[in-house]
């Protein structure tokens, strides 16, 4: 059974960090590209990074940029996004993506809340 499983979410203040963590099962993690999305209340969910297969490219949302890096460790079948400067606009819960065997792949997600 192809698994996505996100962890690391929580209330930050503004201007701190979180790294997010999503461990996948049931695929050869390594020859796949993976994503990050994230959705806030009231809004359309977005893209806020990506990773190909074996870490030769990174995509970014501009809103992010600078800020957020995303990385996979394939020894390990997970890929982590972390986020620095966090800022209140960043609160949304977030969640991992693969598209896997033809079929589109998505973990529970996990909430990030940037607040003082």
């Known amino acids: 059974q192809v698994q996505l499983v996100e962890s690391g979410g929580g209330l930050v203040q503004p201007g701190g960090s979180l790294r997010l963590s999503c461990v996948a099962s049931?695929?050869?993690?390594?020859?796949?590209?993976m994503s990050w999305y994230r959705q806030a209340p009231g809004k359309e969910r977005e893209l806020v990074a990506q990773?190909?297969?074996?870490?030769?490219?990174?995509n970014y949302a501009d809103s992010v940029k600078g800020r957020f890096t995303i990385s996979r460790d394939n020894a390990v079948n997970t890929v982590y996004l972390q986020m620095n400067s966090l800022k209140p606009e960043d609160t949304a819960v977030y969640s991992c993506f693969a598209f896997v065997y033809s079929q589109r792949v998505w973990g529970q997600g996990t909430q990030v809340t940037v607040s003082s």
């Open positions: 990773i190909t297969s074996h870490r030769v490219a990174q």
């Open positions: 049931g695929f050869t993690f390594s020859n796949y590209a």
